[in-house]
């Protein structure tokens, strides 16, 4: 399913004003991404060079009692790597917590990411790569096979916002896996 940019800032909204992130130990900063971002054109994107995000990624997983969801903000870093042809997005999600007091173990590795130069992105997204990795929760581990798909946002691509979707397999066996991302970038 393709959200336009808008909808996906608006379900990433509480993020803007959060303070604290999972490993952060919550001194980060907030991620401020403006609702009035268009998303990029893709036939704009640079060919060459690189870029830096910093932001939040928020989930729903299945770690209350008897599997139940329950929402996890984790800090994201995603670098971007505009000159090559192929595993151009890689990053990595770490610190999920629920709440303030539920800190989850691991951390989820964004690899093989792709960037679409000749998208519709009325139709589609800009970017994907796979969203994999272990969460543990005490005894218990969460397998997380997923994919992260997004948009560049701004003129000079100045942030990133998407979805995150796919499977998580835990103690009650396999569930679904989904959120949505917001970061900035912080450097090039």
Do not use: H, K
Request: glycine content about 18%.
């Amino acid at each position: 399913m393709r959200m336009n940019a808008a909808v996906v800032l608006a379900l990433c909204g509480w993020l803007t004003g959060c303070g604290a992130g999972g490993g952060s130990g919550g001194d980060a900063g907030p991620v401020v991404v403006p609702a009035d971002l268009d998303v990029t054109d893709p036939r704009t994107l640079p060919t060459t060079g690189r870029a830096t995000y910093d932001g939040y990624m928020r989930a729903e997983l299945p770690t209350g009692d008897d599997g139940s969801r329950e929402n996890y903000l984790a800090d994201l870093r995603m670098e971007v790597n505009f000159a090559t042809g192929f595993d151009q997005i890689r990053g990595q999600a770490t610190g999920f917590e629920a709440g303030g007091a539920r800190r989850l173990g691991g951390a989820l590795t964004i690899s093989g990411g792709d960037v679409y130069r000749d998208t519709d992105t009325s139709a589609a997204y800009t970017f994907d790569g796979a969203l994999n990795g272990t969460l543990t929760d005490g005894s218990d581990d969460y397998l997380i096979d997923a994919e992260i798909e997004g948009d560049f946002l701004g003129a000079d691509q100045t942030a990133v916002g998407g979805l995150v979707f796919g499977d998580i397999t835990g103690p009650e066996g396999i569930d679904i896996f989904d959120g949505t991302f917001a970061a900035d970038r912080v450097a090039d």
